[in-house]
């Protein structure tokens, strides 16, 4: 059977996704690519994962069975852009906020303005 | 003008050669154009500006009023398309993960028929 | 010594080109003490000097081969100590230092040109240092040779442009389309980073070269090849996931509504990159072929003639780098249709992949052009609606020739460089199928009918009484213009060299995926 962390994994991106595609505020607009961003790093982690081993943090290493240390680089190296990203979609909801009074997504579109 | 040419599958372009070309016919235009006609007279109705057999207006003739014969023809083309395009963020993810799904389908589908 | 310092440079040169911008994108808000205009000097100069670099790289690739480069090692060629490939790998082919020349020249003419366009805003040192990070994204996608460090360097590029387009933050719409830019960009960005994430998990290798030679082609390959393929395909802007374009270079200032046309084309090659050198071997590559193909048919036609009903003159021509990225996608995807068929991909598949890239530098430079022009009328004007505008021609005569020369070469007519790549793409997508030859030549028709609307509106017709003060614009601003139509005009009156010196490399650098591989493994 598929292990835990990969079901999880999948539950967690439809969750984000739906979030996405069916709510129209958009502080929970960001909540979904959170979600999203969660998601794909625990994906990474658990990438690495080997049974029975320990993590590799050694002066003078021994022999025995380490997990795999580049997915958590990736994994840090995500978290800080998510970070990122989540700092600057805030900031521009606020603005958002000031200039129309609305957080919805229905109420202020640029919609084409076609003759 | 070896210099100047490009060599295509079946022919080749070079556009030193279609600017003489060009030269010689705007010469030979601009000559026909200078001989004159005798039943030009400036000033009456004949050098008016032609607006359907109204009287031109004297505001500015805005640019949406332009094609617009063009527009009438497709209009169902043009409601249809315009519908897609409703300016939210929800439906630009939903028509992403319908691409990837139908991507991935025929990709697996495409696989199983060629094997 | 003279000789010490040269050869450093020439040994480090990948790096440097992604590292100077990185510098110098950093160091620019603190020169602010220095005066009005000391941050837009300093940020000319490290672009011209980039751009010097890029030349010198394009060179060398050209006399001695693919370029590699190790970052972080004792020596920077030592790229497999033990057989397998560690650190992250700089690789350049002529392809990279082809679309790396490109981006470099239109972000550099871009700076020059908001020098003065910008000189009225107060926080015009952030505009500067995020318009630095943009071009180390884009030099940093060009150059890399490894997938993660392409996902970093897309998230660089996605987040400082999304800085850019909210520029104007007291108008509600520029933050309303930054806003929608970062969430489609953040989006793409993860569904790549999840594909890099399937690929790692079953063969643990990163690098691009090393997992072309390591493939099996399971199920899980295909799905991270469709999610790869939808993810840049959303960040070039091809229909039907091109909704965020109009927005975003609608509502940016003028040079980074420029600059954003060559994002969008780094994104189309990392898209050739992955479908060429990464999956070129899978027999299903066929499919993605065909869809590339009605992607490309697609986003010609909706781009046109969405762009004709509209009002704004900067989401017309928004709408039209739409409809042009469907050409380069048409062309390329015919080569990539019969790259497994020898005799098709001689007789017009290289033919179609070398009108599809020629296509990707004259895009660059007459939409740069078109763009600008664009906002040199918003500079004197003030309104960026056609209804408004009226009769500008007599007061500003070579803004309103150099808009003709854009506007001629974008609908393909001769003798500028539009047509030269559009009729090798004619001529070869006609061998393949010509239902797609006779679709792209009636987009050229519609293209030139929305342009000859912004002629009217702008440039002719009666002018109005409240435009009866505006001056042409001034000498700065004209500069990186007529660089630009110099450009146009010497690239359609050289065709031939042009193809052979900068194009026909390219495409047999992007067919040679053994070379590409071999530098590697």
């Known amino acids: 059977m598929i292990d835990i962390q990969f079901l999880t994994v999948v539950i967690l991106i439809s969750v984000g996704i739906s979030t996405l595609v069916f709510k129209k505020n958009i502080i929970k607009i960001v909540m979904g690519i959170e979600i999203i961003s969660s998601s794909i790093n625990l994906f990474l982690i ?25 997915p958590q680089a990736l994994t840090l190296t995500n978290i800080v852009i998510d970070l990122a990203i989540t700092a600057l979609m805030l900031s521009l909801a606020v603005l958002i906020y000031n200039y129309y009074g609305t957080l919805s997504m229905k109420k202020w579109r640029l ?3 076609c003759s | 003008m070896m ?17 003489a070309a060009f030269i010689i016919v705007i010469v030979i235009t601009c000559y026909i154009r200078s001989l004159g006609k005798e039943e030009y007279k400036r000033g009456t109705e004949q050098t008016m500006v032609f607006f359907s057999g109204n009287i031109p207006p004297k505001e500015l003739i805005s640019s949406s009023n332009i094609y617009w014969g063009f527009f009438k023809a497709m209009e169902k083309y043009y409601t249809c398309i315009r519908r897609f395009h409703t300016g939210m963020v929800n439906d630009y993810v939903y028509y992403f993960i319908v691409i990837v799904i139908v991507i991935i389908a025929s990709l697996i589908i495409g696989g199983v028929l060629w094997m | 010594m003279e ?52 030349i010198v790289l394009g060179y060398r690739v050209i006399k001695d081969g693919i370029q590699s480069y190790a970052i972080g090692a004792s020596i920077p060629s030592l790229l497999s100590p033990n057989g397998l490939p560690v650190r992250i790998i700089l690789e350049v082919d002529a392809i990279s230092s082809f679309m790396g020349l490109t981006s470099i020249s239109i972000i550099l003419l871009a700076c020059i040109y908001s020098a003065c366009f910008m000189k009225k805003y107060k926080s015009v040192e952030r505009y500067y240092s995020l318009l630095l990070l943009m071009a180390a994204g884009i030099m940093g996608m060009a150059f890399t040779g490894d997938m993660f460090n392409m996902f970093v360097f897309l998230e660089v590029l996605s987040i400082s442009s999304a800085g850019l387009i909210a520029f104007y933050a007291y ?7 930054a806003f929608k830019y970062l ?3 953040s989006i793409s960005a993860l569904m790549v980073l999840f594909a890099i994430a399937l690929l790692y998990g079953q063969y643990g290798l990163l690098n691009i070269a090393a997992l072309g030679a390591a493939f099996r082609f399971t199920i899980l390959d295909k799905i991270a090849l469709a999610l790869l393929v939808s993810a840049f395909v959303m960040k070039c802007g091809a229909v039907p996931l091109h909704m965020w374009v109009a927005d975003a270079y609608g509502e940016a200032p003028a040079p980074i509504s420029a600059s954003l046309v060559v994002a969008s084309q780094i994104s189309l090659y990392a898209l050739f990159r992955i479908c060429f ?11 993605i072929a065909w869809f590339i193909i009605l992607f490309g048919l697609a986003s010609m036609f909706v781009g046109v003639t969405m762009a004709m009903p509209q009002k704004d003159i900067k989401r017309l021509m928004a709408y039209h780098a739409i409809s042009q990225t469907g050409y380069m996608l048409l062309g390329v995807g015919v080569g990539l249709a019969v790259i497994n068929d020898i005799n098709a991909l001689n007789a017009f598949g290289i033919a179609a992949m070398e009108g599809g890239i020629f296509h990707i530098i004259n895009h660059a430079m ?9 906002g040199a009328i918003i500079y004197r004007t003030g309104t960026k609606n056609l209804n408004e505008m009226g009769g500008l021609g007599n007061r500003m005569p070579i803004t309103a020739v150099l808009f003709l020369i854009g506007m001629l070469s974008i609908t393909g007519l001769p003798p500028f460089n539009g047509f030269a790549s559009k009729l090798i793409i004619y001529e070869s997508v006609f061998l393949f199928n010509p239902i797609l030859s006779v679709v792209a030549m009636i987009v050229s028709i519609l293209t030139l009918a929305s342009f000859v609307k912004v002629f009217y509106s702008a440039f002719t017709g009666q002018e109005q009484s409240k435009y009866k003060d505006v001056k042409e614009i001034p000498a700065i601003m004209l500069v990186p213009l007529l660089i630009l139509a110099f450009l146009i005009i010497l690239f359609g009156l050289f065709p031939g060299i042009i193809l052979k010196l900068l194009v026909k490399p390219a495409v047999q650098a992007l067919l040679d995926r053994a070379g590409y591989i071999g530098v590697v493994v």
């Open chain 3, 3 to 54: 000789v010490g310092r040269e050869m450093f440079i020439i040994e480090h040169l990948p790096a440097l080109v992604i590292a100077i911008p990185l510098l110098a994108a950093f160091i620019a808000p603190l020169l602010k003490r220095f005066g009005k205009h000391a941050v837009s000097v300093w940020s000319i100069l490290n672009l011209s000097i980039v751009e010097c670099l890029v």
């Open chain 3, 277 to 287: 050198t990464l999956f070129g071997l899978l027999p299903a590559i066929q499919i």
């Open chain 3, 171 to 177: 108008k509600g719409e520029a933050i309303e389309a």
């Open chain 1, 46 to 70: 658990s990438l690495g994962y080997r049974e029975g081993s320990v993590a590799p943090i050694f002066t003078n290493a021994p022999s025995v069975k380490m997990v795999l240390p580049t």
């Open chain 1, 111 to 113: 919609v084409e303005r």
């Open chain 3, 366 to 374: 007459y939409k740069g052009l078109l763009f600008l022009v664009a």
């Open chain 2, 3 to 19: 210099m100047t040419t490009l060599s295509t599958i079946r022919g080749f372009w070079d556009p030193v050669l279609w600017m």
């Open chain 3, 183 to 185: 969430v489609i960009s």
